[in-house]
């Protein structure tokens, strides 16, 4: 959730640590602060967000070739000055910066008071330095040992860099749940939570594994797992280019990231569909051919709009290749004790691969002896390396915290995966897999049509900014882009919106419905086009007001939706692809016209690595 930076090197450390915190600051913007070192060890930080701070230190001393930040998605402790990392400990030589829970914090803070230790915040954070100080004192360890008996007394998730007034030259960095890569350059060395800020200065990264400690000098580097042993890392070299991070001309990151959905399913799709074969191909899981011809069931994990992309993938898999599924909310699967077999398949969604929760379950689909895929979007990331095998969505970086690219991405694998599976599993015949191939690798210039409707769509949105609720409602595989939909409105207007499949409104939800009330159709001409019809003239009779998302050219619907947005005709199996986009656009010109943060919406963070 939080975000972390560090420098260790031969150039001003302040500046790449601020540019670093305004790249992470997706992950967490409650507040922020900064470590520098040069004669002495220097704290600064600021609730609020990085821009907060940059104005509290611009009269400072910031000068030194080594520092860290963070900026902080609060968890232990309200948003404050007092709250915001570093932490220091109680002689103020040492200050750490943190992601993660420490969930035994509470018993070592008892026992450390005992001492007399005094705490200065709420933080689990504030304990685990105040660890480390005890014992270096009780032992009178070197800070590299005193580390690492520290991290063997906590339980949790942590991902955590410290740094010694009496070492100036040692940046200690550890995980264990939690992201950490490291950038290996010339005579420096950089580290944060994901590569973002490191991408401008190297295109080499280590990616830190659980339970490692990384004990990083300018000029060298070693790394040990956590009983000591030595560990050999790789280094990878990063496909990231520096303009993928910025704005290009958009006045939102979510806006740009809606805009570049028909490149990223086009990148998704790139080297895997062979339309005039009818063929699908996916390296990243042929080597369990065999593996998926026997599977008996298929779950799903995720978390969120990953969640809504399972459902989708859910209707897909069933359609085609007649397998089973089960489409889970991680964080409850987690938490029961589900009946798993070796001949299950679990497929983990994460855009960031990294979602704690969906970590946790996977890791208890192993135990019992499931296979693991994974569908994720970063590179390098925990999830792609803890399953078996698994296919990335090639979306690019996300920095909206709104997901927007992403889903459509992990659709778009979800259906490849479908499609893939169908094909070895002989359910589907090559004629219809040579139909629907060539109809998906037009999905992308289709999408782009579907933008074209922007600035209908924001006429739209002029007339509901003010709502306070909404509905949105859909059949089939219609109904998770209507629970997609639905939180796209609620993450970044705060308008309180459900998503309901339509046939379920009569189960209790009609009871909302008056003249105030929006609700939002997916109204294609498809399988249940009749009987959605049906729903729109019962919400008509109580006065509700219907938006309809709506094949081009319909007619029917038009006469009695108040307002209608087209999209292109195309087979069932790809309307979430296009249904989705208009959605995306209602939503985010609703919350631009309330004066709400899009790219960082109140209380939220991109990437949650944190229960």
Known sequence: MCGIVGYIGFREAYPIVIKGLHRLEYRGYDSAGVALQNDKLR????????SALEDFVKDAEASGTAGMGHTRWATHGAPSDRNSHPHSSGNRRLTIIHNGIIENYATIKEALLAKGHVFKSDTDTEVLIHLVEDIQQETGL???EAVRVALNAVIGAYAIVIMSADDPDLMIAARKGSPMVIGVGEGEYFVASDATPIVEYTKNVIYLNDNEIAYIHRDDLLIKN???TIQTPYIHQLDLQLEMLEKGGYEHFMLKEIYEQPRSVRDCMRGRIYPQQGEVQLGGIKEYVAKLKNIDRIIIVACGTSWHAGLVGEYLIEEYARIPVEVEYASEFRYRNPIISEKDLVIAI????ETADTMAALELAKEKGATLFGICNVVGASIPRLTDAGVYTHAGPEIGVASTKAFTAQVTVLTLMAFYMAQQRGTITQSKMVELLTELNEIPALIEKALQADAHVKTIAEKFKDSRNCLFLGRGSSFPVALEGALKLKEISYIHAE?????EMKHGPIALIDAEMPVVFIATRHSSY??????????????GQVIAIVTEGDTTVRNMADYVIEIPQVAEAFVPLLATVPLQLLSYHIAVMRGCNVDQPRNLAKSVTVE
Do not use: C, F
Request: aromatic share 6%; glycine share 10%; net charge positive.
């Open 43 to 50: 704290v600064y930080k600021k609730a609020g967000k990085v």
């Open 530 to 543: 009749e009987k959605v019809i049906s729903n729109i003239q019962e919400v008509k009779a109580r006065g």
């Open 226 to 228: 956590i009983d000591n």
């Open 499 to 503: 998503g309901y499949p339509a046939a």
């Open 350 to 353: 994460s855009q960031s691969g």
């Open 142 to 144: 070197e800070l590299q």
